[in-house]
């Protein structure tokens, strides 16, 4: 199993932020554009067994991590939006 769990926490940030902001489109093309703008310019953080999933879910605990998180993808929501 090779997986970037980076995918895993942007999918995870990106609800929260849907929950509180009503995008101007919705389809799946424009949120796989965020996701690919926001991946992009985070680092990856592969992960090959469960105990990496779970060192990097810990991580995720991090008040940076989550913050770096949130500022790519409102940079990657205006990009999208603005096209």
Known sequence: MLKNYMEIAVDMV???????????CMCEKCLDDIRAITLNKLKPMYVVSDEGVLYS?????SVQFRADILRELTQAIAIVEES
């Open 14 to 24: 990106l609800k929260g932020v849907l929950k509180s902001k009503e995008l101007e």
């Open 57 to 61: 879910k810990l991580q995720e605990l």
